[in-house]
Each structure stands twice: as C-alpha cells, then as structure tokens.
C-alpha cells in the first residue's frame, strides 16, 4: 500500500510538473508573439516616417502639392492583425507609386536625398519581411504545441487559443494598377 502512495504521489508531481512547465511555455511564446507582433508595428512606423520624407524629397523636386498617395494610416497600439495587414498594403502601393514616378523625373533619380531615402525603404521592406517571418515562425512553434498532445489538455485548461498567422491581405495578392495625373 505504501508503494501505491508514493506511486500515485510521484505521477502527481510529474503531471504538476509537466502543466507549471507547459503553462510556462505557452506565457513565454505569447509574450514573443507579442514583441513580434510589436516589431511588426515599429518597422511600419519606421516605413511610415521614411515614405513622408521621400514624399517630401518628390514634392521638392517635382514642384508640386501632393499628388502621390502614401496610405500612411495611423498605427495603433494594439492593432489588430488586419488592419496591419491593411496599413503595410497600402504603404507598399505608395512605394510602388513613387517609384514609377521617380522614373518620369530624371531630376529626382539623381537626387542624392532621394536615392538615400529609396535604399532606406528597400532596407526597411527587407527587416518587415524578416519580422513577419519570425512572427509567422513563433506563431507556428505555439499553435503547434496547442494542438499535440499531452499539451492541448494544459492548453485546454488554461483557455489557450491558437493565434492568427501575419498573412497577405487580398489587395496585396493583386496586380497593382497604376496611373498619375503628374
């Protein structure tokens, strides 16, 4: 009987030991989803800025008002993964707009401000990428973990959903068509 008593005790302290560790795991991987998320966020800033002074660059060459739409919506503490999604779209067409106009001004393909803004961007749309892929990766190692087994029982009891992969949005998936009244 006394084999029994500590047979049971020491399955319980392994399950215990397993759920603490389990649980653990699932509140570290969010807190990294999270910051990837908060990467995600601080790159699109970081674009946001340099697109308005490259809209500022274009404008002084050009000599005139705005006419290139920089789609540059506000980005907001917790944002949801959508209107991300909407905000880096509509920042990507502005990029793609001021490219093609930089091409009917050959003035502005020289401008040394210009051309160091426009590597900036291609630096920026580099660490985006990067970021969404290790946003997608984290998000993959915890929806994983959520759906195996032992560990969906842990994930069960604690009321641990999967989250939501950092996807294309369907205006990123089309062709993009443009034109200027330049």
């Known amino acids: 009987m006394k084999d029994l008593i500590i047979g049971i005790i020491v399955i319980a302290a392994i399950v215990g030991i397993y759920f603490v560790k389990t649980s653990n795991y699932f509140n570290r991987q969010k807190e990294e989803i999270e910051?990837?998320?908060?990467?995600?966020?601080?790159?699109?800033?970081?674009?946001?800025?340099?697109l308005e002074k490259l809209n500022q660059t274009v404008n002084g060459v050009i000599?005139?008002?705005?006419?290139?739409?920089?789609?540059?919506?506000?980005?907001?503490?917790?944002?949801?993964?959508?209107?991300?999604?909407?905000?880096?779209?509509?920042?990507?067409?502005?990029?793609?707009?001021?490219?093609?106009?930089?091409e009917q001004y050959p003035e502005l393909k020289s401008n040394t401000n210009f051309l160091q803004l426009q590597e900036s961007i291609n630096d920026i749309e580099n660490t985006i990428q990067a970021t969404r892929r290790l946003y997608n990766n984290e998000v993959s190692q915890y929806n994983g973990k959520i759906k195996s087994i032992p560990s969906c029982f842990v994930a069960s009891i604690m009321n641990v959903t999967a989250e939501e992969?950092?996807?294309?949005?369907?205006?990123?998936?089309?062709?993009?068509?443009?034109?200027?009244?330049?």
């Open 63 to 102: 000599g005139q008002e705005s006419k290139i739409y920089l789609g540059v919506a506000q980005i907001r503490a917790g944002s949801n993964l959508n209107e991300l999604s909407q905000v880096e779209s509509e920042q990507r067409n502005a990029i793609d707009n001021i490219r093609i106009i930089a």
């Open 35 to 50: 910051k990837q998320r908060s990467g995600i966020e601080i790159a699109l800033a970081n674009r946001r800025a340099t």
């Open 165 to 182: 992969y950092f996807t294309a949005t369907e205006t990123e998936k089309q062709d993009v068509t443009l034109s200027f009244n330049a």
